[in-house]
């Protein structure tokens, strides 16, 4: 049960350290959402996007990847509807007990139902959850029923509450997230708490999410989403460590702040389905790979336009037959 905590706490506090894409202030309007409420979303297989031929391929493997939606959305308050500038599919592999985590990058040029060719990150803005699963679905050819969602105001807090979280900074990333912090600093009319050397170090709660928001070093936003993924295996690792401690601050810090269409037990059920591997790293990978993507600029907005179909076929590979993709051009 310690283990399936943990598991279940790597998912929700990932989206904690990486969804302050903006702003982040320590007087915000924003609340908790109540833990004990799932979000009600139509779970037909037309209204999630989910094709016949995709259903009838799952239902045709043994013990199928169980897939999730992670969204992080950059929201002021529980009733906006904004981009979600972090997206990602977590899939625990039921049979041999490996989590994976796939980037999608939020310019992705996809088809959306309703409003034409977009960038993927507006789904959610147009239609919440249910139409930024529908999305991914339809265009990666995938079987998403369930996501998580935290907006990004409880991050700093949840990551100090396990004790900060030990990430390898760059000395051209230092200034960077310095910046960060002082325009958090400003925003919550407190004082910044520097990050004073590169290396690797234990950062605190506002220093972990000003490390995630940093986008115009070394390959932007190409370069953020391993970011992102680097908090979270650092995550991993310091609450698979955790032992009992985590019982309180999963009660009292991560459910009351988690929006998600998934029961308490349904997540523990989903944790649990990988407690008998000896191998609990995460396998990590982005999407589109940037041999099968291009920026482009159509109406004066920048893309990132995709061969969908090869990328559809990479995350497949990733996702479903363990072979992980090399990013090269």
């Given at each position: 049960?310690?283990?399936?905590?943990?598991?279940?706490?790597?998912?929700?506090?990932?989206?904690?350290?990486?969804?302050?894409?903006?702003?982040?202030?320590?007087?915000?309007?924003?609340?908790?959402?109540?833990?004990?409420?799932?979000?009600?979303?139509?779970?037909?297989?037309?209204?999630?996007?989910?094709?016949?031929?995709?259903?009838?391929?799952?239902?045709?493997?043994?013990?199928?990847?169980?897939?999730?939606?992670?969204?992080?959305?950059?929201?002021?308050?529980?009733?906006?509807?904004?981009?979600?500038?972090?997206?990602?599919?977590?899939?625990?592999?039921?049979?041999?007990?490996?989590?994976?985590?796939?980037?999608?990058?939020r310019d992705t040029y996809v088809?959306?139902?309703?409003?034409?060719?977009?960038?993927?990150?507006?789904?959610?803005?147009?239609?919440?959850?249910?139409?930024?699963?529908?999305?991914?679905?339809?265009?990666?050819?995938?079987?998403?029923?369930?996501?998580?969602?935290?907006?990004?105001?409880?991050?700093?807090?949840?990551?100090?509450?396990?004790?900060?979280?030990?990430?390898?900074?760059?000395?051209?990333?230092?200034?960077h997230l310095n910046n960060y912090?002082?325009?958090?600093?400003?925003?919550?009319?407190?004082?910044?708490?520097?990050?004073?050397?590169?290396?690797?170090?234990?950062?605190?709660?506002?220093?972990?999410?000003?490390?995630?928001?940093?986008?115009?070093?070394?390959?932007?936003?190409?370069?953020?989403?391993?970011?992102?993924?680097?908090?979270?295996?650092?995550?991993?690792?310091?609450?698979?460590?955790?032992?009992?401690?985590?019982?309180?601050?999963?009660?009292?810090?991560?459910?009351?702040?988690?929006?998600?269409?998934?029961?308490?037990?349904?997540?523990?059920?989903?944790?649990?389905?990988?407690?008998?591997?000896?191998?609990?790293?995460?396998?990590?990978?982005?999407?589109?790979?940037?041999?099968?993507?291009?920026?482009?600029?159509?109406?004066?907005?920048?893309?990132?336009?995709?061969?969908?179909?090869?990328?559809?076929?990479?995350?497949?590979?990733?996702?479903?037959?363990?072979?992980?993709?090399?990013?090269?051009?």
């Amino acid at each position: 049960m310690k283990q399936a905590l943990g598991i279940i706490c790597v998912l929700t506090l990932f989206y904690f350290s990486t969804n302050a894409q903006d702003t982040l202030s320590s007087n915000s309007t924003s609340k908790a959402h109540a833990a004990s409420a799932p979000v009600v979303l139509n779970k037909t297989h037309e209204a999630l996007g989910i094709s016949n031929k995709v259903r009838q391929s799952v239902e045709a493997m043994v013990n199928p990847p169980v897939n999730i939606a992670l969204f992080g959305v950059d929201r002021r308050n529980p009733e906006d509807q904004s981009n979600s500038d972090v997206i990602m599919v977590i899939s625990i592999d039921q049979k041999n007990g490996q989590l994976k985590m796939s980037s999608i990058m939020r310019d992705t040029y996809v088809k959306i139902e309703g409003k034409g060719m977009d960038k993927i990150n507006a789904a959610f803005a147009f239609g919440g959850p249910q139409l930024a699963i529908k999305t991914i679905n339809q265009n990666f050819d995938l079987d998403i029923k369930d996501y998580l969602n935290v907006d990004f105001y409880s991050a700093a807090r949840i990551i100090d509450a396990l004790g900060g979280v030990t990430i390898d900074v760059k000395p051209t990333e230092l200034p960077h997230l310095n910046n960060y912090l002082d325009e958090l600093a400003n925003i919550g009319n407190t004082r910044a708490e520097h990050v004073l050397n590169s290396g690797l170090q234990k950062l605190t709660g506002k220093q972990a999410v000003a490390y995630t928001r940093i986008r115009y070093v070394g390959n932007g936003d190409f370069e953020r989403t391993e970011r992102q993924r680097s908090v979270l295996v650092a995550l991993f690792n310091q609450i698979k460590n955790a032992g009992q401690n985590m019982f309180p601050v999963f009660a009292a810090q991560v459910l009351p702040n988690l929006e998600t269409s998934m029961n308490n037990m349904a997540m523990l059920t989903f944790a649990s389905n990988i407690l008998g591997s000896k191998n609990k790293a995460i396998d990590q990978a982005r999407f589109p790979l940037d041999s099968q993507s291009l920026g482009k600029r159509i109406n004066n907005v920048w893309y990132l336009t995709a061969d969908l179909k090869s990328t559809t076929n990479a995350l497949h590979n990733f996702i479903y037959k363990n072979i992980k993709p090399i990013n090269k051009k």
